[in-house]
């Protein structure tokens, strides 16, 4: 039998039809007996209907793209088929329900089952036992063992009686057995059955959850906003274990002040927004920045301007990400470079907002946080908590008739002064969001605002220092092609540069971490080292590009590969563009 890389399996119909379920059962499972694997979902910006598709690869190695073919389509309406049905290749099948009626051109070379999915669900008696039935029916034409699916099965239904799950079983049982039937011996070749591992399966946004509860997160303030809702979703579903709190706002100005409040007041806090949001944020932020307060805020990026299109990917907040906020404004701006990195980069925000005393924006996508990947159990000791300057005793008594105030400002070499917070005895704890003196009380004269805007200035020195900036694939500086991307190109950059290389090119890929302050020096030997830099990015005016052109000045070398149509990239556009500018 023929020994397959991985496979890909989509499903699609109408949302509501139970289509993104089937889709987490296959991965769940699949998760539990060591497959690696990275879901997508694309779907309508509605409440209920609207073409929906959930799409899963399965793989023995890591994978951290979707792939560009499907091996299995199942398919729910003829809509489906019309999309979609191109996708399948010579040789892969696809299952549709033969309740509709089922029209696909029988010349393309691929398996077409029209199977009793609507059937089997009225025989045991439910219409949403659909999806039960695909999956059996899927789990069978992929060659997948059915005791693992029956004990999830068990485990998913067990809460609504043994009738349940007895039903949910056999209508597994009857589409995995007339899927095998109709393939007559036929079959897609085969997975090499991979080893237990402790992994973990979920969206980069819940990722990005658990990364604040082991950052010592307690409080989330935050509005609903495709598509980083989930982040707070699953804040609300653990809070209680942690002692924590999460307040659902009535906007995102709100959600954005209440956790600079509780910044402000000593506890690790962060909100969770998109574009729009974001943009109604800028006011705190430039408060945020004057009053060093730490905050951290998460922007799960989606495809604008304004309500733009809600359920599709882009990375166009780039440039509002690091200039939002009026004035003078500095602040960090992150970007997660994996569904992994979600965790542990989220981490380090709110360490970086400490030791900074300042904003931290971290930026994820649509495609990370809304998309759910097998990734390595997480450690939860790599990121040490670090609080930075924070005073919580032994300050001097203080004489007031002297005015020897706690120095909240104080004007310090590495532009970080020591915090205290309320509460803590002898400790200064005026903030305001006017230009202030040493002790923070407001000061307009030319001396203080010189001091304290150079003071602010001079501690974002050391940012590029307290992180990894970017991830490379190979430390070797030379090379003819450089790749660079950010936040969900990742995978898609990563199986381009692999694929060049078998060609024999010398290529390498770096994906960016740090944004703001831009990592210019460490980022130096890379781009020197490189005869060209085509930098991958998901928007119209290369907001990435527009970073290394302000900070390089090989202006010639940095090409650009834009897409902003709502889809991720494929390994192949990359490659192809690739072999054109080599």
């Known amino acids: 039998m023929e020994t397959k890389r991985d496979f890909i399996w989509k499903m699609g119909g109408q949302q509501g039809q139970g289509v993104e379920s089937c889709g987490e059962i296959l991965g769940r499972v699949l998760a539990q007996e060591g497959y690696s694997l990275f879901s997508q979902r694309l779907f309508a910006s509605r409440i209920k209907g609207g073409h929906t598709t959930i799409a899963l690869r399965i793989a023995t190695k890591e994978v951290a793209t979707i792939g560009e073919h499907v091996d299995c389509l199942v398919a729910l309406d003829q809509e489906t088929i019309d999309l979609h049905g191109h996708e399948v290749p010579k040789g892969g099948v696809i299952i549709a329900d033969d309740a509709f009626h089922p029209k696909f051109d029988a010349h393309s070379g691929c398996i077409f089952l029209a199977?009793?999915?609507?059937?089997?669900?009225?025989?045991?008696?439910?219409?949403?036992?659909?999806?039960?039935?695909?999956?059996?029916?899927?789990?069978?034409?992929?060659?997948?063992?059915?005791?693992?699916?029956?004990?999830?099965?068990?485990?998913?239904?067990?809460?609504?009686?043994?009738?349940?799950?007895?039903?949910?079983?056999?209508?597994?049982?009857?589409?995995?057995?007339?899927?095998?039937?109709?393939?007559?011996?036929?079959?897609?070749?085969?997975?090499?059955?991979?080893?237990?591992k402790d992994q973990l399966y979920l969206l980069g946004n819940e990722a990005a959850a658990l990364g604040a509860i082991s950052a010592g997160a307690r409080f989330m303030a935050s509005y609903p906003i495709t598509p980083a809702s989930e982040i707070m979703e699953y804040m609300i579903k653990v809070v209680h274990k942690i002692n924590g709190t999460v307040v659902q706002t009535?906007?995102?100005?709100?959600?954005?002040?209440?956790a600079m409040g509780a910044g402000y007041a000593g506890v690790r806090a962060f909100t969770a927004t998109s574009g729009p949001g974001l943009s109604l944020m800028a006011e705190s932020i430039s408060m945020a920045a004057m009053a060093e307060i730490p905050v951290v805020i998460i922007d799960v990026m989606r495809a604008g301007p304004s309500t733009g299109m809600a359920t599709k990917v882009e990375q166009s907040d780039i440039r509002y990400a690091i200039?939002?906020?009026?004035?003078?404004?500095?602040?960090?701006?992150?970007?997660?470079?994996?569904?992994?990195?979600?965790?542990?980069?989220t981490q380090e925000a709110f360490n970086l907002?400490?030791?900074?005393?300042?904003?931290?924006?971290?930026?994820?996508?649509?495609?990370?946080?809304?998309?759910?990947?097998?990734?390595?159990?997480?450690?939860?000791?790599?990121?040490?908590?670090n609080r930075g300057k924070l005073v919580t005793e032994g300050l001097p008594e203080l004489d007031t008739a002297k005015k020897a105030y706690f120095h909240r400002f104080e004007d310090v070499e590495d532009g970080i002064s020591p915090r205290t917070i309320p509460g803590v005895k002898n400790g200064m704890f005026l903030s305001t969001g006017l230009e202030h003196n040493v002790f923070g009380k407001p000061a307009e004269g030319q001396a203080d605002r010189v001091m304290e805007m150079n003071k602010r200035h001079r501690k974002f020195a050391g940012v590029a220092k307290a992180i990894q900036p970017f991830t490379v694939a190979h430390e070797d500086t030379d090379c003819d092609l450089l790749l660079v991307g950010v936040t969900s190109t990742n995978g898609a950059i990563e199986e381009a540069r692999e694929e060049l290389e078998a060609q024999g090119k010398k290529v390498n890929h770096l994906q960016l971490r740090l944004l703001s302050p831009f990592p210019t020096e460490a980022l130096a030997p890379y781009i020197n080292g490189a005869k060209k830099v085509l930098i991958v990015e998901e928007d119209l005016t290369a907001q990435l590009r527009e970073l290394f052109a302000i900070n390089f000045a090989c202006h010639d070398k940095l090409l650009s590969l834009l897409q902003y149509d709502g889809t991720p990239f494929l390994a192949s556009t990359i490659v192809k563009k690739a072999e054109e500018v080599y």
Not at 160 to 167: A, C, F
Not at 363 to 376: A, E, N, T
Request: proline letters at 5%; aromatic letters at 8%; a negative charge.
């Open 353 to 385: 907002a400490e030791e900074f005393q300042t904003p931290v924006i971290l930026l994820s996508d649509l495609q990370f946080g809304m998309c759910k990947q097998s990734v390595p159990a997480f450690d939860p000791d790599r990121i040490a908590i």
């Open 250 to 258: 009535e906007d995102e100005l709100s959600s954005c002040m209440m």
């Open 115 to 196: 199977l009793p999915i609507t059937e089997l669900a009225r025989k045991y008696g439910s219409m949403q036992m659909k999806n039960i039935a695909a999956l059996g029916m899927s789990a069978g034409v992929l060659g997948f063992p059915e005791d693992p699916f029956y004990g999830f099965i068990a485990e998913r239904f067990g809460k609504k009686g043994e009738e349940i799950v007895s039903k949910n079983k056999q209508i597994f049982k009857d589409g995995y057995d007339v899927a095998i039937e109709k393939l007559q011996g036929v079959s897609l070749g085969a997975l090499a059955t991979p080893p237990k």
């Open 323 to 345: 200039a939002s906020g009026h004035g003078d404004v500095e602040k960090i701006v992150l970007a997660a470079s994996s569904i992994e990195d979600c965790y542990y980069i």
